[in-house]
């Protein structure tokens, strides 16, 4: 069954559609979708199963015939929808088991506004779930229908198995082996998170945005320290120095311990080109002085620490 509607649809304030609008296939398009229709099926596509008297039927899955669907008209070329479903019968014998059959009917639409539409049937018997029979019976009826209609519109699409001749032929064809799995035709995580960073507000839109994002943070990176914590020169000049003797840090004084009195110096002895400091009088230090020494410690500040005696006064 076919249609070619004028359809004539109506819009809202904002000028979306109610509904979809016929939108017919260009002559190049429409030349290109009858080629394909024309070909029958290569013997890989095709599946065989035991029937009724011992016979072998052959058909075609349900998802090949929506992927080629897909591939003649376009993710968004056609759609299907339930005209009809309905239970025809539901059985139960003495046991409690049912036995369930179903029948549906399905429209398959293409963007032009053509239709074709078919009735499809599922059946389960001796069942004790009673839902397990509807979930069943409903999935089967509604895939049947859908192949059934699906067929209408060309060989490709599934009609070339009711050819009795193109089926006992099929079998001297060489059936071609699907090529590895590439990983990098796989959708994987990195690709959700990718698009979903995309999508949000503010987000980065392409490698030239990417790459511009990445130079801004390497400037940012790169930016001065304010003057207000820059080192004084003489401390990033022993911070920079190549000698890596230069970098160890101070944490004693000599202390001047004949008169007890004298202010300590700080001594700095040079033996097997390492830097050495005589032994610390703790005793000199208070509790603020041991504190600084511990700062100290916890940061890379090159400081030669005083005794409180060496600025001539008590703390």
């Known amino acids: 069954m076919s249609q070619f509607p004028n359809q004539q649809q109506s819009r809202g304030e904002h000028g979306v559609q109610d509904g979809p609008l016929g939108v017919p296939f260009d002559t190049d398009e429409s030349a290109r979708i009858q080629r394909l229709l024309r070909q029958k099926l290569g013997p890989e596509h095709v599946s065989t199963r035991q029937g009724m008297g011992g016979t072998r039927l052959s058909y075609i899955e349900g998802w090949r015939i929506i992927s080629i669907a897909n591939e003649i008209f376009g993710f968004n070329g056609w759609r299907s929808s339930i005209q009809n479903m309905a239970i025809d019968f539901m059985d139960m014998s003495e046991g409690g088991r049912l036995s369930v059959g179903a029948s549906c009917v399905v429209r398959i639409t293409l963007r032009d506004g053509t239709y074709r539409e078919d009735?499809?049937?599922?059946?389960?018997?001796?069942?004790?779930?009673?839902?397990?029979?509807?979930?069943?019976?409903?999935?089967?009826?509604?895939?049947?229908?859908?192949?059934?209609?699906?067929?209408?519109?060309?060989?490709?699409?599934?009609?070339?198995?009711?050819?009795?001749?193109?089926?006992?032929s099929l079998v001297q064809v060489q059936k071609q082996t699907r090529g590895r799995i590439q990983e990098s035709s796989l959708y994987r995580y990195t690709d959700l998170e990718e698009t979903q960073r995309i999508n949000q507000p503010g987000g980065v839109q392409g490698p030239q945005a990417i790459a511009g994002q990445q130079a801004s943070d390497k400037q940012v990176q790169q930016l001065p320290m304010?003057?207000?914590?820059?080192?004084?020169?003489?401390?990033?000049?022993?911070?920079?120095?190549?000698?890596?003797?230069?970098?160890?840090?101070?944490?004693?004084?000599?202390?001047?311990?004949?008169?007890?009195?004298?202010?300590?110096?700080?001594?700095?002895?040079?033996?097997?080109?390492?830097?050495?400091?005589?032994?610390?009088?703790?005793?000199?230090?208070?509790?603020?002085?041991?504190?600084?020494?511990?700062a100290d410690l916890e940061t890379d500040r090159p400081i030669i620490h005083e005794s409180p005696s060496s600025f001539g006064g008590q703390w």
């Open 226 to 294: 304010p003057a207000s914590v820059q080192r004084p020169p003489n401390q990033m000049q022993a911070m920079n120095t190549d000698d890596a003797a230069r970098h160890r840090r101070v944490v004693g004084q000599h202390a001047n311990t004949g008169s007890g009195s004298g202010p300590s110096n700080n001594v700095f002895q040079q033996s097997g080109g390492m830097d050495e400091v005589s032994d610390f009088d703790m005793d000199v230090l208070d509790d603020e002085g041991m504190l600084d020494i511990i």
């Open 119 to 168: 009735v499809g049937y599922g059946m389960i018997e001796n069942v004790k779930s009673k839902g397990q029979a509807l979930e069943k019976v409903k999935k089967e009826a509604t895939t049947d229908a859908l192949k059934r209609a699906m067929r209408q519109f060309g060989n490709v699409l599934g009609n070339c198995v009711y050819d009795k001749e193109y089926v006992k």
